[in-house]
């Protein structure tokens, strides 16, 4: 089957660490753009993070800039993201989306990817 699945989420305090991960499963992530968006209640899903599997450009919201690191490994074809310095206002469903030919940055503007994983929950306690 060709999916993206995610894993990795938790509950953690305010202040922790989760790395979540985006497998690709029945394709590969080459020449995608890989990003993570997150939807929390009663909020729009928003863009986190992307990276361009094929070089090393990525792009990330203002609100996680410094706390979030996004990467790859292409071998394992699969995306991670790093998040330090957790706050409650990082409580959300965390979404791994992928799509072909994207710079990152036109992939955190977008919602119409062409492939999304059914999402890890992140509750950051306080």
Known sequence: EVQVVESGGGLVQAGGSLRLS????????????????????????????????????????????????ISKDNAENTVYMQMDSLKPEDTAVYYCAADYGLTP????????HSFWGRGTQVTVSS
């Open 22 to 69: 985006c497998a690709a499963s029945g394709f590969s992530f080459e020449d995608y753009a890989v990003s993570w968006f997150r939807q929390a209640p009663g909020k729009e899903r928003e863009g986190v993070s992307s990276i361009a599997t094929s070089h090393r450009s990525v792009a990330y919201v203002d609100s996680v800039k410094g706390r979030f690191t």
């Open 105 to 112: 940055t036109q992939a955190l503007g977008a919602l119409n």
